[in-house]
């Protein structure tokens, strides 16, 4: 931060009076507000309104003079100016058309391209207005209906297609801001976001699946019922399918972008009894081939 | 954002008085019915402005007066600027 009275372009031992002064000359050619298309204004005004702060200040000047307190503090936090909404599309009641009236009345080209522009304005299209909209992991799959509450209390159906990805947006026509005269009004912009699910994950198309499956059914093979997000099926489990067996449900998977859908792939995972099994334990403790048997030949130890 | 009175007050650190004063003078210019004005962001700036004027450069009323009725035709213009370049922009050349 720099010296405050150089800021001001005064001596240290300028009056009250001369503070005011240079600091009120200064600030009659940087204020924002009297210099609406100068966008470097705001941070030259900042500088020298944050050293009159404290200079301006009988008391803050005497803790400054005495090194009691720097000129840091003196940082003025960002703030909004006239001049951030006095020249905006919004219409506010301060508008003032009489600066160029005149123009708007002649009969050439110019003329025209002002009365053009007023059309314009008078036939805005409304704003676009963008929405979050979470939905659950199946419904994103299969598709589904939502109903948003708007902020002004009304609502909007959506109808999520089935196999819609994260952050995916979909565009409602004419569902946003109204627009002026003829303008129409804007869409609705909808951003969806996909709520993680504990057991089911998507890869491109295809959807993943971890399965549990019993002892019993590892060994033997069997029919099970398969979760998957558009209802459940029947997966034939072969014999001998060990854990990390990927089985393929074709056409399970999320709608394709052309046409057709990809499939469930579901990883099996054998899970011994829950509490021990005197049964279990005798049969494995009689099972010979069980002994020789070396799952762990591949890994390096 | 839309701002009832007691909102806009208490934003703009501005008393009762004043404001009546400056919507007398027009330097303010609520909306919605006397009973139920209801203003927004931009008085907000403009009573800061307002302020930066009075207080900080040491405008007087008259002064100030004359500023604002200047500064809001030069944002008039300034407006039409804006559509006129999107007039030119979209428009087919030649």
Redesign the interface.
Known sequence: MKDPYEVLGVARTASAEDL?KA??KL??KL?P??N??DAEAEEKFKEI?GAYDVVGDAEKRKRFDNGEIDAAGAERPR???????????EN?????????ADFMDSEDGFAE??R???R??ANRRGHDIEYRLPIEFIESIAGTNKRLTLPDGGTLDVTIPPGIVEGQVLRLRGKGAPGSGEGGSGDALIEVEIKADPSFKRQGDDIYLELPITLTEAVLGARIRVPTPTGAVTMAVPKCSNTGTVLRLRGKGAPRHAGGYGDQLVKLKVMLPKEPDPELETFVSGWESGKTYNPREEVAT | MKLNKQEFLSLAALGHETLTAWIEEEWLIPRGSVDEMSFSEIDVARVRLIRDLKIGLGVNDEGIGVILNLLDQLHGMRRKLIDLREVVRTAPSG
């Open positions: 005011q600091y009120r600030a009659k204020h507000d009297l609406p298309g309104a703030q909004s100016y006239y001049r951030d909404y006095a020249s905006s599309e506010h009641p301060y508008r003032n058309n009489s600066g160029f391209l002002l053009r522009s007023a314009a304005q």
